[in-house]
């Protein structure tokens, strides 16, 4: 059963950039395609983007100019870095393994494993 | 993208009886092609990360008890809890996967009466 856990600060100042990692454990990276997904408190969920091993990515329109999603194999990692961020940044922060499907020309996913989470606020 | 509308907001049931939560789809998630509905179904308790509970629409996950049933195909889905337990509050999400960005709904709680 694979294992996922996010870490990294979970303080940030507005306008500075969010840097978290995911480190896999359990199972190989490779293979697989990776989201980060997130949370503000007691709001829904939002997916922010995915990696494949390969490097291959993706993001949410909605936040495409401000995400990048990077990859380690050989640390068995992923990271995702969020920059310009705001209090509408505010939230737990996922990661999480997707299903792939190729849809209409890119990957759709449902998402049967998850980290824990980690809170990330940004505040001064 | 596909705007996902879940109702109710919450909803509160006596132990053993029935709970019942609607998703709507903006445009329909039903893909021709493979003759499939690309919606599932997260159950996430206080505290913890969404735990996939139906994919497909209506395909329990393995371990999934069978009381969770879902249904509903196109735009309109739902997912029924027949009897409700304890142990089944939390926040109910529905999520599509039919094109990108997937998207989910807001969430429905629920609680016992």
Known sequence: QV???????????????????????????SGHYWSWIRQPPGKGLEWIGYIYYSGR??????????????????KNQFSLRLSS??????????CARGEPFLMFGDYTFWFDSWGQGTLVTVSS | DIVMTQSPD????????RATIHCKSSQSVFYTSSNNDY???????????????????STRESGVPAR?????????FTLTISSLQAEDVAVYYCQQYYTTPQTFGQGTKVEIK
Not at chain 1, 3 to 22: A, F, I, N, Y
Not at chain 2, 10 to 17: F, I, M, N, R
């Open chain 2, 39 to 57: 919606l599932a179904w997260y159950q996430q308790k206080p505290g913890q990360p969404p735990k996939l509970l139906i994919s497909w629409a």
């Open chain 1, 85 to 94: 961020v705001t209090s509408a940044d505010t939230a737990v922060y996922y």
């Open chain 1, 3 to 29: 294992q996922l856990q996010e870490s990294g600060p979970g303080l940030v100042k507005p306008s500075e950039t969010l840097s978290l990692s995911c480190s896999v454990s359990g199972g190989s990276i």
């Open chain 2, 68 to 76: 969770f049933i879902g249904s509903g195909s196109g735009t309109a």
């Open chain 2, 10 to 17: 919450s909803l509160a049931v006596s132990l053993g009886e």
């Open chain 1, 57 to 74: 990515t993706n993001y949410n329109p909605s936040l495409k100019s401000r995400v990048t999603i990077s990859v380690d194999t050989s």
